[in-house]
């Protein structure tokens, strides 16, 4: 049986003690995330906040297998956030991602409704013409399946209740999330109230296609209205790096309304997301200084390939700074032996080597090494 079948569906429980540590820790990150904002300018706001969102959007639908055009998206967000976009021109995929990302960053204090939702699910659907149903809910009568494997050995990870019970599903869950908020009737702790309620939507799975992305933007707005602003948490990006585990602990948890074992993975997950946040914005600034304080004291060549390295952020450049990276990054040329290289015989004198060079030298000698 799954989730939803239960007697005691909807109504999740869990060991609330075993997390209350990962809630305090997750407010006072909090605490440390604001006060390294306000080491940034606006400019510097402005531009955390576009690869913050931009790095969201793209991993959210990397979990899903779909791979974006960063920079294409990149753009979008900066188009949807009012600021001056550059000359590219963006995918319907890049647009769509871009605008529900921005959308859940502006109105992240609002309440949520089942219009915001489909408005998400719409934005998300751009230029989808193969789906029947965007921006509403499923009404397929065919079962919702989750399933991997060859079609004689097909294995069901997840059946979603039918189409028949999403829309009175759904409107139960806003009913909850509102009621859960921080100035709801019955309010959760943040971490907490984020678990469940991707938990929840996703064991519903309202829509056609989407239901992860929209999920975990449903995570990002409850953590931001926790702490009472936008948090820009790097969930998505966490999220990716444990993939695997992410789809298990969804499935082992689609079996039972005990939500302990998801919550404890997905708390130890929103913590590290948040840390990574910070990290990016500490980043940052120690690149604004390190580029200030080498103005004008490296080459065109030296300062692209400092500037590809450092758009890696935190993580560093995959692979390190190898001679053969340097040279696709900058367009250096490659470095060449010379046809004729000089040698030190043993006593002193220098003639040549290779290519009709001089003969007679001593047969003990060294290479001297060239440098460009």
Known sequence: MWNWELPEWPEFSWDAARFAEAERVFVRESGVFAGTVTHLDDSDRDQITVEALSDEAATTSEI???ILDRASVQSSVRRELGLTPDNRRSGPKERGVAEMMVDVHRSFGKPLSEATLCGWHRMLMTGRGDLTDVGRYRKSGESMEIVSGPLHK????FEAPPSTRVRKEMGQFVRWYNDTAPRGREPLPGVTRAGIAHLYFESIHPFEDGNGRVGRAISE??????????????????????????????????RTVDATA??????????????????????????ARLLERLRGQLNERQEKGLLRVLREGPEGFRGGLSAGNYMTITGASPRRRPATWPIWSSEGRCGARGNGGTRGTSRMFRRARWRR
């Open 262 to 287: 998801w919550l404890a993975w997905f708390a130890g997950v929103a913590i590290e997301a948040q840390r990574r946040t910070t990290a990016r914005i500490e980043f940052l600034i120690d690149k």
């Open 221 to 254: 707005k409850a953590l931001a209205q926790a702490i009472g602003r936008p948090t820009l948490t790097a969930l998505a990006a966490t999220i990716l790096l444990r993939r695997k585990a992410y789809y298990a602990a969804l499935e082992h948890s689609s």
């Open 154 to 157: 097909r294995k069901v990870h």
């Open 64 to 66: 899903e297998g779909e």
